[in-house]
């Protein structure tokens, strides 16, 4: 009785170790009405499309997926107009936003992982605009006469 019940066990604990389970996403995109939003799986060295949705008349969609641990995901409007999401196996993830300029503008509830890189992405759009000022002054008077030398 106890060969049988190892026997049965053993499969069973294998199977539920690595079991998928379900995710949502969803979300609004003020003036996106008609448009068409892509998930992608973000891969090491590419991208892999799993769904692609038509933003209804007031820009809402839902996606579904399936993932056994945290996963990076890419919601794409467009190549240049795009946002990272880290979503984990359970979450019920709703994303909200303005369809120009997404990328810059959207907010997150619902999942923890892609709530951090949204910060993340927010600061780092604010460095990059930092030293973009930075280097057009530094352009501007770099051959100026009466620039006193840092160095």
Not at 38 to 53: A, E, G, N, T
Not at 85 to 98: A, R
Request: proline share 3%; hydrophobic share 35%; glycine share 8%.
């Amino acid at each position: 009785m106890n060969k049988a019940l190892f026997i049965f066990m053993v499969p069973l604990l294998l199977l539920s170790c690595g079991k998928k389970t379900n995710f949502s996403l969803s979300g609004q995109i003020d003036g996106g009405a008609g448009k068409t939003v892509y998930f992608s799986k973000l891969l090491p060295s590419s991208q892999q499309l799993i769904d692609s949705v038509k933003l209804d008349k007031e820009g809402n969609f839902k996606l579904k997926g399936r993932t056994s641990s945290p996963t990076f995901y890419l919601l794409k409007i467009s190549e240049n107009n795009f946002i990272t999401l880290l979503i984990d196996s359970t979450e019920n993830s709703m994303i909200t936003g303005s369809f120009k300029g997404f990328a810059e503008n959207y907010k997150v509830k619902g999942s923890s992982g892609s709530e951090i890189i949204r910060d993340l992405n927010f600061r780092f759009i604010v460095a990059k605009k930092q030293l973009d000022v930075v280097q057009t002054k530094y352009n501007t008077h770099k051959n100026d006469p009466d620039r006193k030398s840092v160095v």
